[in-house]
T-cell receptor, first 116, second 113 residues
Framework: AQKVTQAQTEISVVEKEDVTLDCVYE???????LFWYKQPPSGELVFLIR??????QNEISGRYSWNFQKSTSSFNFTITASQVVDSAVYFC?????????????FGTGTRLTIIP | DSGVTQTPKHLITATGQRVTLRCSPR?????VYWYQQSLDQGLQFLIQ???????AKGNILERFSAQQFPDLHSELNLSSLELGDSALYFC????????????FGDGTRLSIL
């Protein structure tokens, strides 16, 4: 069975600080995908990034960066120079590619509050 | 805008009642997924349809059922509602190939009184 753990329930940082959200996953499959989603106070779920298990390259998109390390089964998310608009709940998720079941297994989320 | 449309946005009803939630996927997406988000269970996968056929089932109660129609929109039917069914219900869609990102609708907030 798959499992995603986001140990940080809540994080608060002052605006412009950098912050890293941790994600650790468990799966026996060798082929899988990892995702991050953002849920702002308005409630919708916004797709941020996808990473497949064969691609360990780190990725940067503006102020966002992701660090995927298979050796530690982690897929951490860093926001640089945080802004108030980054305040949201962030979910890490895992999906497999076998058996035709692409369901997402979500972590419990990390609530990030950026203090102005 | 994700391109996934869910209606209604809010639904208030009483215990024992039945409701239907509707979802229109993004243009071109063949897979539809339903998820439930509640305070105690978090985000849980309920069911997936691909091109009209059920593809995978998760933690979906027997009182709940779903279907995907020929035009690819989907409906989630919840019956004999209980207080514990109060939650945010999300629909997501994807192309249906493994690993493709799922794009979520804004959700339907169901409140059982």
């Amino acid at each position: 069975a798959q499992k995603v753990t986001q140990a940080q329930t809540e994080i608060s940082v002052v605006e412009k600080e950098d912050v890293t959200l941790d994600c650790v996953y468990e799966t026996r499959d060798t082929t899988y995908y990892l995702f991050w989603y953002k849920q702002p106070p308005s409630g919708e779920l916004v797709f941020l990034i996808r990473r497949n298990s064969f691609d360990e390259q780190n990725e940067i998109s503006g102020r966002y960066s992701w660090n995927f390390q298979k050796s530690t089964s982690s897929f951490n998310f860093t926001i640089t120079a945080s802004q108030v608009v980054d305040s949201a709940v962030y979910f890490c998720a895992l999906s497999l590619t076998t058996g035709g079941n692409e369901k997402l297994t979500f972590g419990t989320g990390t609530r990030l509050t950026i203090i102005p | 805008d994700s391109g996934v449309t869910q209606t209604p946005k809010h639904l208030i009803t009483a215990t024992g009642q039945r409701v239907t939630l509707r979802c229109s996927p993004r243009s071109g997406d063949l897979s539809v997924y339903w998820y439930q988000q509640s305070l105690d269970q978090g985000l849980q996968f309920l069911i997936q349809y691909y091109n009209g056929e059920e593809r995978a089932k998760g933690n979906i109660l027997e009182r709940f059922s779903a279907q995907q129609f020929p035009d690819l929109h989907s409906e989630l039917n919840l019956s004999s509602l209980e207080l514990g069914d109060s939650a945010l219900y999300f629909c997501a869609s994807s192309e249906g190939q493994g690993g493709q990102p799922q794009h979520f609708g804004d959700g339907t907030r169901l409140s059982i009184l």
